[in-house]
Every structure is written in structure tokens, then in C-alpha cells.
């Protein structure tokens, strides 16, 4: 029984050991992945109502708009789709917020960190350290939110008829031309993209994501100066010893801070929906639609197809020309109504975990030290 005991104390005290061995950025990283995956299921539907809206183009020649609006547009998803279509996209918004708010907190502060030593205002630092998170995050998961965007923006009135795929229409084979493109799942989605369009599908829309970065050079600076103004501490910093967490403080910081960044810099987020949502061509596939086969005398056969939009200035000028300045804020306020509860879901469940790690890597390093006197 001796030596049972002997063993059980010191495997306690092997566990307790390993924890409180944990680093900062260890933290960081298991803080903002529960925050991010946490607010990416509690505001999937909105994130869905939010991308129709952005992807769908000025109604034309007098036929009316699909999508209208929160509640207009949620009732035809739930018309058409069900329970389904409101959560289309989750997979890779699981799989995209885990990553991305991981390197995101994680980056940050080691940039933080590391700024402070050739630079003391504080400020500054902030929003550098925000502008090469926002860069890592942006640069590593930009193929996932493509996917998602995808997923999000298809309609399945258009595409009822993939339920029965062509033969041959294997996992390794070019999609037939004759099935309307419909995409079941991530998994499904990425082979596609992949084998009609190449690599570089999944990262269309990656230099206006990157002008994005001007959202969190705003969001987060401002947040860390109203926290830092309601609670005393800035993003992520622990609570002096026995004083409470200002849960008050960080939810006005977080909901504040997002409607700034929101209202400032939402015209990227729709160039870059519509840049993301527009399908490269299957090879092929401009023939069989007659838009690279001209009439004898009008043009070489072999014109190529030309995509709508073309870059962010491209893409700039053909919405401001064809749709008015109204287009580049579609759908904004159905992002504040998803965008706001997903940035205080996210700030409230990172502060929270960071307190409780911390809380438990100090309970560690007490319970190791009796330990450590006891024998």
C-alpha cells in the first residue's frame, strides 16, 4: 500500500508539474480557438443570411431580388433548404475559426512582446501587432473561408439537379460539363475547386481579405484602450489578486470596438465575397455555353473567357457603375446583427478561458510547492 501511494502522489505530481509548464502562447492559442469555434456556431445562420446578401448582384431587367433583407432572406432559406441551409458552411467555419483565431491571439501577442522592445507607445504597438496577426491568420486558413464563402453563397433552387451526378463523375475525374455545379460538403467543395480551378481558387480574394487587416488594425487597438478604460487591463491581462473579472467592461469594449471596425471598413468584405463566389470556368465549358464560339466573321473561336471581376479596382468600379455606392454596404446591418455577437462571443470566451488557465497554472505551481515541502 506504501509504495501505491508513493506511485499515485508522484503521478499527481508529474500532472501537476506539466501544468503549470504551460506557456503564454500556449494559452493564447487554446484561448482563442474556443472563443472563435464558439462564436462560429452560435452565428452561422447570420454568417449565411449575411453572404447571400453580399454575393447577390443588383436585380436586372426587371426581375426582382432573391434575398431581401434579415428576415426575408432567412425565410427563403428556411423555405428551401430547412435547418440545413442555415447552417450550410459550419464545417469550414469550424475548421476555419479554430486556426485562425489560434495564430491570430497567438501572433499578436509575441508581437506585442517583441514590439515593445524598439517601441513604447502602446498604441502603435497595438496596431502593428494587429496588422501581422491579421496577415499570418489571413495568409494561413484564406483557402477554408473560401470554401465557406462558397458553400454559404450557392442556392439549392439552382442546383437541384446534382443530386444524381453523371457517371464518371469520380472523385479523381474533371466534374462533366453537363451537371449544374452544387457543392455536398468541404471535402466535396475542395475536390472540385481543385480539379476544375486549379490552386489558385482557394486563394481568390486574397488581397482584398488582406486589405481586411485595416478591420482588425481598428477593432482591436480599440478594444485594448476600452478595456483597458472600463476594466484597468488590457486584452487578455489577468485581474490583480482578488479582484473580479469586469465582465460588464469587456462586453461594452467588444461590442463598441466591432461596431467601429464594422461601420469603417465593411465595403472590403463585399469586393471580396463577390471575388471569392465567382467560379473559374471548366475547361470547356465557355463552348458549350456559346461564349467563346463566334458567328463567321465576328471573332476568333478561341476568345478567352473573361471573368466579371477582375481584381479589387476592377471589381470596384464594375459594382460603383452597375449597381450604385448602396451595393458596397449589402447586407451590413445583418452583419452588425451577426458581426457584434460574434466578436463579444469570441472576446468574453477568450477572456475567460485565459483567466481560467492562468487561474489553474497558479493552483498548480501552489499545489506543486506543498507538495515539494511535504517531502
Known sequence: M????????????????????????????????????TSGVVTCPLDVIKTKLQAQAAAKNGHSRMYNGLVGTASVIWREEGIRGMYRGLGPIILGY????????????????????????????????????????????NPIWVIKTRL???????????AHPRPGNTPTARPTLQTPWHYRSTLDAARKMYSSEGLLSFYSG?????????????QFPTYEYLKTKFTGQGMGAPEAPGQDAHWSGILSASILSKILASSATYPH??????????????????????????????????????????????????ILREEGWRAFYAGLGTNMMRAVPAATVTMLTYEFVMRELRLAKAEGRAALGLSDRRE
Open 269 to 318: 468584405e463585399v469586393i471580396r465575397t463577390r471575388l471569392q463566389t465567382q467560379r473559374r470556368p471548366v475547361a470547356g465549358e465557355q463552348y458549350l455555353q456559346g461564349l467563346g464560339v463566334s458567328a463567321p466573321g465576328q471573332g476568333n473561336a478561341n476568345a478567352a473567357y473573361a471573368p466579371k471581376y477582375k481584381g479589387i479596382v476592377n471589381t470596384f468600379r464594375t
Open 98 to 141: 479554430l486556426p485562425t483565431w489560434a495564430v491570430w491571439f497567438t501572433v499578436y501577442n509575441k508581437s506585442k512582446a517583441y514590439l515593445s522592445d524598439y517601441h513604447h507607445n502602446v498604441h502603435v504597438i497595438n496596431f502593428w501587432s494587429s496588422i501581422i496577426a491579421g496577415a499570418s491568420s489571413t495568409i494561413a486558413t
Open 206 to 218: 486574397l488581397t482584398p481579405a488582406l486589405l481586411g487587416l485595416t478591420h482588425v488594425a481598428v
Open 152 to 162: 454559404m453563397s450557392q442556392s439549392k433552387r439552382h442546383n437541384h439537379h446534382d
Open 2 to 37: 506504501a509504495a501505491k501511494d508513493y506511485f499515485r502522489r508522484r503521478s499527481i505530481k508529474a500532472d501537476v508539474a506539466n501544468r503549470t509548464k504551460a506557456s503564454e502562447s500556449q494559452f493564447n492559442a487554446i484561448a482563442g480557438a474556443l472563443g472563435g469555434f
